[in-house]
């Protein structure tokens, strides 16, 4: 058994707008052996209702009115370049082809 490892060297949060509801994606780049790869997880960002107290429609004790909520989704390939500018350039690059053609 083989144990890999790679530095963690920039972690990126991209917004990506193309419509009234944006799009967000975290980029982690790592380096290893001077090569370089990043991975894009895409984040979806949830804020739900209060609990309400259906009878009198107020908010129960305790709760301050909003609970927010993040899902974090590996969204695509390993992108690998020769240095972390080139990563970011292929990963923007290729969720711009995605997203908004």
Do not use: W
């Amino acid at each position: 058994m083989t144990l890999g490892q790679k530095k963690l060297v920039a972690v990126h949060d991209l917004e990506l707008k193309q419509s009234s509801v944006p799009f967000y994606f975290r980029l982690e780049v790592h380096e290893n052996n001077e090569a370089y790869s990043g991975t894009i997880y895409r984040v979806d960002r949830y804020t739900f209702d209060p609990v309400k107290d259906v009878a009198g429609m107020r908010t129960l004790p305790g709760n301050d009115g909003t609970l927010n909520a993040e899902a974090v989704v590996v969204a695509g390939p390993e992108f690998r370049g020769t240095s972390e500018v080139d990563v970011i350039f292929k990963t923007i690059e290729t969720l711009q082809h995605i997203y908004m053609n």
